[in-house]
């Protein structure tokens, strides 16, 4: 009870002090209304004029970022098809702007490399050009010389048989000469023999003829005593007759016996002349034979100089001979290697006629395209300068920004579609393989001059130095 009396009291004083809210919060209600329109009123105004503010603010910021982007797109699109000599021309400071330098700079860099390419394709087949015009001479060179050497070689053929038939013959002439000495020394002793022979006779002879002398003086006695014998036969008489007969006989015998030795002692003489003759004969015979041998060993003795020196140049000949067909064969080698190189030289004009025709699809202005030498990149290259602070700062956008080609009045070449992939198929096969370096770029930050390789080293830099990302 004592609850439900309390409730009731506080029931009464809501009930009071909801009529009391009722009677004051109708005026105080009006009075905030008129307060809320003139608040809604004002905040509507800025509210719209803060609507306003964000679509130019919007619009501002998307022009600033889209148009770049499109310009850089529309950059890109030409790049892709050939035509080097558009740039981007965007004056920005901020890393658009650097971006678009970059591209640029870029560009420039790949058009002097296509140049140089260029030029270095029209070299290359004015080099191919005379390397094909010396291959053709040196071909014709090399046929006539392996034709000289085959004929040099024929003749060294028929040299060598026409030597080694030499050597034969003075070998043969040599054992001849020696078989000629060999006869003459035994034709000597043969003569020394006979000279000894007859001088043995000789002696005989003078020994026979004072034999007969001997004869002759006792044939000379006999007649001397068969005279006597007759002369006492005839003191004798008769008695002596038989004896004197005898004694005729004995003289008649002696006298015989004196003239037989008289004749036998002219033929002895006769003989001994003869002989004298035939031993002067036989002395010179010898000594023509002594002369005969002396030359004969001579002959022998040039014989064998001459063989030594046919054989000598009979194995100088092998040594030419075969030095000749080493040169020959090399020749033969030689002119393989001329037709290879010709037709390398041939397929190598061949490729750089279809890289200059490739070459010709890229779009570059008239004054890179006759350059002797290409520049340095790293001199030529525009500075980037530092311009942007760490907080972004709102940039204003030229309206007239557009993407101006170098050589307008140039008319751009037909580009393939599949231009990077029929570069490559060419290019890749003839060129030795090389270290893939990027573009290098230079970009001044600050008072310090960097060099970036990629974007993503120019990024980096530039973040360093206080730059944001872009």
Do not use: C
């Amino acid at each position: 009870e004592a609850w439900t009396t309390q409730f009731d009291v506080v029931l009464a004083k809501l009930k009071n002090l909801h009529a009391l809210t009722l009677k004051y919060g109708a005026q105080k209600i009006v009075t905030e209304f008129d307060r809320m329109d003139t608040t809604i009123i004002i905040m509507l105004v800025i509210l719209l004029f803060s609507i306003s503010a964000g679509v130019l603010i919007t619009y501002l910021l998307s022009r600033s970022v889209s148009h770049p982007v499109n310009l850089g797109l529309a950059f890109a699109q030409k790049i892709a098809e050939g035509d080097l000599t558009e740039r981007i021309d965007l004056d920005q400071e901020d890393e658009l702007g650097l971006l678009a330098k970059s591209l640029n700079q870029a560009a420039d860099n790949l058009e002097r490399l296509i140049s140089s390419v260029n030029l270095s394709v029209n070299n290359l087949t004015m080099a191919v050009t005379d390397i094909s015009s010396g291959n053709q001479n040196l071909s014709q060179r090399t046929t006539e010389q392996a034709s000289s050497l085959e004929e040099i070689a024929s003749t060294l053929e028929e040299a060598t048989a026409t030597i080694r038939q030499t050597a034969d013959n003075t070998i043969e002439a040599n054992s001849i000469s020696d078989s000629s000495t060999k006869l003459a020394i035994n034709g000597g002793t043969i003569v020394e023999e006979t000279v000894g022979s007859i001088n043995r006779i000789s002696e005989s002879g003078k020994k026979i003829g004072e034999i007969i002398a001997v004869i002759n003086e006792i044939a000379f006695q006999t007649n001397l005593l068969a005279l006597n014998a007759a002369v006492e036969a005839a003191r004798a008489g008769d008695q002596g007759r038989g004896f004197a007969v005898v004694a005729s006989e004995v003289r008649n015998l002696a006298q015989r016996a004196g003239s037989s030795a008289k004749e036998i002692e002219a033929l002895i003489k006769d003989t001994l002349e003869n002989i004298n003759q035939g031993t002067s004969l036989v002395t010179k015979s010898g000594a023509a034979l002594n002369e005969l041998i002396t030359s004969v060993k001579e002959v022998g003795r040039i014989i064998s100089e001459v063989t030594a020196s046919t054989e000598e140049q009979r194995q100088g000949i092998d040594q030419i001979n075969t030095a000749v067909m080493d040169l020959d064969t090399m020749t033969q080698q030689n002119a393989a290697l001329v037709e290879e190189t010709a037709s390398a030289s041939e397929e190598m004009a061949a490729q750089a006629g279809e890289l200059k025709e490739l070459m010709k699809q890229f779009k570059i202005n008239d004054d890179l395209g006759g350059l002797n030498s290409v520049k340095a990149m790293k001199g030529s290259d525009p500075e980037i300068k530092k311009t942007a602070t760490t907080k972004k700062t709102e940039t204003a956008v030229k309206t007239d920004t557009k993407i101006s080609p170098k050589t307008p009045d140039k008319p751009e070449s037909t580009v393939k579609p599949d231009l990077k992939t029929t570069l490559e198929a060419k290019i890749k096969p003839q060129i030795s393989p090389v270290e893939d370096k990027p573009l290098k770029t230079e970009v001044k930050t600050g008072t310090t001059l960097v060099s970036a390789k990629s974007d993503k080293d120019i990024k980096k830099h530039l973040e360093d130095d206080g730059f944001e990302a872009f």
